[in-house]
């Protein structure tokens, strides 16, 4: 009689050993139990303008930001003997249910944090998920099997020498001082009746020689 195929554990088997992925961001990280491939993009866009000869070709060529593809299987906790040596030799247990490990994916994705990706491959920096495509079948309903899209976020720094995503904050405490200094202003003299001179009374010296002008 033959035994339908198991293919998270066929995966299990043939990754055993493996290292593995990590995404990683400000305020979360998340392990991937089995990756059974990796897909990255390292592209660049090349101008049709003519390059004089000798020059270089740096103005006609332009990279685009780094696309990464992962193949992923995340799996409930693992007792097994393979299962129990794979945690003790990268450290850690797996103790998670996979639909945490699903609740957590779908989290990074959509928050504000951009992620550090740790692959067999390489380290990716400042990376964002742009696409979850799980793949729901009856064979892998004790896990999540999901296609993984990662795109970089590409920094640029200001003339100035500067990190842009810093001038929002600059601006705003430029706007506190300004008002603060509006309000600690002082108030112009003679209250307000602006542009009225104060009149100051006549001396009786005065008064008296007026009155002698006068005829009697």
Known sequence: MSTFPNPIQEKKNQFFGSTPV????EKRELIVDVLTEERPDFS????EHPVEEGLAVNDSRIKLPTTLTLECIFLDMDLSIVGVGRNAMYGGFNTEEWKDKRDRLFLM????YVIKVVTPFRT????????????????TAS??????????????????GEDTKDIPKRLKSKEKETDTKKKKKPPKE?????????????????????QGLLPG
């Open 44 to 47: 660049f866009e090349i101008t």
């Open 22 to 25: 990590l995404l990683e961001s």
């Open 124 to 139: 990716y920096e400042s990376m964002v998920i742009e696409n979850i495509a799980p793949n729901v079948t009856p064979q």
């Open 143 to 160: 896990g999540l099997f999901a296609t993984v899209t990662l795109r970089e976020v590409v920094r640029v720094e200001s003339a100035v």
């Open 109 to 112: 994705a959509e928050e504000d």
């Open 190 to 210: 003679g209250g307000n009746n602006k542009g009225n001179k104060t009149t100051e009374p006549m001396s009786n010296s005065a008064i008296q020689n007026a």
